[in-house]
């Protein structure tokens, strides 16, 4: 079974210190990993699609890596306006439906 | 980037009463749309995909009949709540994928039924 699985629930952070948020997943071949973030009654933006092994994306100050069984989301010195609920989510190479983890609450104090 | 809009934003319903959600894809041609509800502190459940001019697929345990999926055309899709009760009061998100298989989702309906 498609499963996807992120860790930690909740993190709190000081502003500037980096950290990481992780995925986990099973999927009976993947098709693309993707991250999103959700602000507090609003729709999943758009982060992130990562295809294979090996590769990383960035933007500002996140910066997204691919294994063969995991995602990491590196934050690299957070700023108040970062916190959020950060969303993984595959898509399986037999359709185009995502398969969502539980989310990472991030919040970041000033 | 591609924005996918939703109306309403938000709306209150009485118990028994119907209510229709829009999704639409405002600068791209969507081929697929997704549905999912969200509860609070809960991550996205999908409950239907829907291809224009074709018949949704509904999620296992999702009641076709109560959450009716018309997708018109490749830029509107609407979610009919029929027969809305308490319990079917939620955050209601669409999505529309585009040919990179990349996703983009709503702002979200929250129906709230009295």
């Known amino acids: 079974e498609d499963q996807v699985t992120q860790s930690p629930e909740a993190l709190r952070l000081q502003e500037g210190e980096s950290s990481s948020l992780n995925c986990s997943y099973t999927?009976?071949?993947?098709?693309?990993l993707f991250w999103y973030r959700q602000d507090p009654g609003k729709g999943p933006e758009f982060l992130f699609t990562?295809?294979?092994a090996g590769e990383e994306k960035e933007k500002e100050r996140l910066k997204a890596t691919l294994t063969k069984k995991e995602s990491f989301l590196h934050i690299t010195a957070p700023k108040p306006e970062d916190s959020a609920t950060y969303l993984c989510?595959?898509?399986?190479?037999?359709?185009?439906?995502?398969?969502f983890g539980q989310g990472t609450e991030l919040s970041v104090k000033p | 980037g591609a924005v996918v809009s939703q109306h309403p934003s938000w709306v209150i319903c009485k118990s028994g009463t119907s209510v229709k959600i829009e999704c639409r894809s405002l600068?791209?041609?969507?081929?697929?749309m997704f549905w999912y509800r969200q509860f609070p502190k809960q991550s996205l459940m999908l409950m239907a995909t829907s291809n224009e001019g074709s018949k949704a697929t509904y999620e296992q345990g999702v009641e076709k009949d109560k959450f009716l999926i018309n997708h018109a055309s490749l830029t509107l899709s609407t979610l009919t709540v029929t027969s809305a009760h308490p319990e079917d009061s939620s955050f209601y998100i669409c999505?529309?994928?585009?040919?990179?298989?990349?996703?983009?989702f709503g702002p979200g309906t929250r129906l709230t039924v009295t």
């Open positions: 989510a595959v898509q399986a190479n037999q359709g185009g439906k995502l398969i």
């Open positions: 999927v009976s071949g993947l098709r693309g």
């Open positions: 990562l295809y294979s």
């Open positions: 999505s529309a994928h585009i040919v990179s298989y990349e996703q983009y």
């Open positions: 600068d791209f041609q969507a081929t697929t």
